[in-house]
C-alpha cells in the first residue's frame, strides 16, 4: 500500500497573515457592535471604508484556505484529513446559520463564510492536479461571471449561495460562491507556485516563543471566528446593564 503523503509543515509567514486577518475581523465586528448597540452614529458600518474593509478581511481568508487546501493536499489528497476539515468548517457553518437566526440582525445566515470556504474546498481539489496559470484563468472568471452573468431567476433563496443573482439578499453576512471562489483559486495557484519555487520552504523555519504567541490566533482563528461575537455581544449586553 502507497503511504499517504504527509503534510506541509507550518509555515510561519502564512500562520502571520491569518493572525492579520483575524484582528481585521474582530475589528471590523467590533465596530458593527458599537453601531448595534448604538455607540456609533447610524450607517458607520456601511461607510466605503468599512464596506472595502470587510471585504479585504473576507478576501484574506479565503485567499489563505485555498493556499492551505494545497499546502495540505496538493502532493496527494490525504482524505481522512481532508473531510475531517472539510467536516469541522461545514459543522461551524451550520452552527453560524443557526445562530444568526436568534442574535444577528438581518437573520438568517444562508451562505457566509464558512460556507462559502466549505463549498470551495469541494470544488478546489478539481484544480490541485492543474497548471497555475489553468487555475487563475478560472479564477479570473470566477470574479468575472457575477459582473456579466447575473439573472432573476437565481434570486431564489435557494439558488442565491451562487452569486448570480440580480438583487442581493438582506443577510448579515453574505459570501456567495461567486465571486468568491476567485481568491480560493488564486490560493491553490499561489500554492502551486510556492511549491515549484521553494517559497514554501523558505518561510518554513523555526521560531521562538514569541513569535508562536503573535501567530496563535492565525494558528486558532476557526474557534476565534465562534467565539469572538458571542463574547464581544455579552460584553455590550453587560456593559449597558451595568450602566443603565
Do not use: C, N
Amino acid at each position: 500500500m502507497t503511504p499517504a503523503p504527509s503534510p506541509q509543515p507550518r509555515i510561519a509567514a502564512l500562520d502571520l497573515a491569518r493572525t492579520l486577518a483575524v484582528v481585521g475581523m474582530v475589528i471590523y465586528h467590533f465596530t458593527f457592535d458599537l453601531q448595534m448597540f448604538g455607540h456609533v452614529a447610524p450607517g458607520t458600518i456601511q461607510q466605503p471604508f468599512w464596506h472595502y474593509f470587510a471585504r479585504l478581511v473576507a478576501g484574506s481568508f479565503v485567499f489563505l484556505a485555498g493556499v492551505g487546501l494545497w499546502l495540505a493536499h496538493g502532493r496527494g489528497i490525504r482524505w481522512p484529513a481532508f473531510w475531517r476539515r472539510f467536516l469541522m468548517v461545514a459543522g461551524a457553518a451550520a452552527l453560524v446559520s443557526f445562530a444568526g437566526i436568534w442574535v444577528t440582525p438581518g437573520g438568517f445566515i444562508w451562505f457566509g463564510i464558512l460556507h462559502s470556504i466549505a463549498a470551495a474546498s469541494l470544488i478546489g481539489l478539481a484544480f490541485l492536479r492543474l497548471p497555475a496559470p489553468v487555475t487563475l484563468a478560472f479564477a479570473a472568471l470566477a470574479f468575472a461571471l457575477p459582473w456579466v452573468a447575473t439573472d432573476a431567476r437565481f434570486d431564489s433563496l435557494w439558488l442565491i449561495w451562487l452569486g448570480l443573482a440580480e438583487t442581493r439578499p438582506f443577510m448579515a453576512d453574505y459570501v456567495p460562491l461567486l465571486p468568491w471562489l476567485a481568491p480560493f483559486l488564486a490560493g491553490i495557484a499561489l500554492g502551486r507556485i510556492g511549491s515549484k519555487s521553494g517559497l514554501w520552504a523558505r518561510l518554513t523555519r523555526a521560531t521562538g516563543p514569541t513569535f508562536r504567541k503573535l501567530t496563535f490566533p492565525g494558528r486558532h482563528s476557526l474557534v476565534i471566528y465562534l467565539l469572538h461575537q458571542p463574547i464581544m455581544v455579552a460584553g455590550f449586553l453587560a456593559y449597558a446593564w451595568i450602566t443603565r
